[in-house]
């Protein structure tokens, strides 16, 4: 088992750019988060996914933020436009039930200057 | 608003000492409680979990302690190891919801 695989690892993007996270969950797990790690406030829960179909979405900060889960196998969160306070480690996390151990990413530091 | 909080952002033991991590949280309804350890560069990794029907919850040198009455949970680590140096998650959430939330992490660091 591959585990949680997000790329790219790192992105550095200027103000304004569009920004694309990518996540491939553990197979056979049908529920899909996104979590966002800052200092002050930890691991934020930004959007969840059940069998594909967003569940709860708000944790996403504002309308810039938007994510998808075309099929089990792929999920993807998108900043457009992106801002300096964006600047956070992204992680993707899957989990077989809700609330059973999820299963982290490696996660994507993301840079917006 | 902090459902989940963790007071203590870092925290510095010596090998073979008991390290005690910290956790309080604000919402009476959260009836399952998790423990998440994180290395640099890589994402959290569960460690241990207590539901709200027990107190206590031994694996190893870890065990979590749970106080209700004063929303309040503890990791003890005994003995502690170097390996044990990373950042510690408090997560917390209810049987019939789907969302874990998280605190702020508490930096421990265990030193020869």
């Known amino acids: 088992d591959a585990g949680v695989i997000q790329s790219p690892r790192h992105e550095v993007t200027e103000m304004g750019q569009e920004v694309t996270l990518r996540c491939k969950p553990i197979s056979g797990h049908d529920y899909l988060f996104w979590y966002r790690q800052t200092m002050m406030r930890g691991l934020e829960l930004l959007i969840y996914f059940n069998n594909n179909v967003p569940i709860d979405d708000s944790g996403m900060p504002e309308d810039r933020f938007s994510a998808k889960m075309p099929n089990a196998s792929f999920s993807t969160l998108k900043i457009q436009p992106s801002e300096p306070r964006d600047s956070a480690v992204y992680f993707c996390?899957?989990?077989?039930?809700?609330?059973?151990?999820?299963?982290f990413g490696n996660g994507t530091r993301l840079t917006v200057t | 608003d902090q459902q989940v909080k963790q007071n203590s952002p870092s925290l510095s033991v010596q090998e073979g000492r008991i390290s005690i991590l910290n956790c309080d949280y604000t919402n009476s309804m959260f009836d399952y409680f998790l423990w998440y350890k994180k290395y640099p560069a890589e994402g959290p990794t569960f460690l241990i979990s207590?539901?709200?029907?027990?107190d206590k919850n031994e694996d190893g040198r870890f065990t979590v302690f749970l106080n209700k009455s004063a929303k309040h949970l503890s990791l003890h680590i005994v003995p502690s190891q170097p390996g044990d140096s990373a950042v510690y998650f408090c997560a917390a959430t209810r049987y019939n919801t789907d969302k874990l939330i998280f605190g702020t992490g508490t930096r421990l660091q265990v030193f020869p």
């Open positions: 207590i539901s709200s029907i027990k």
């Open positions: 996390a899957s989990s077989s039930l809700g609330y059973s151990p999820l299963h």
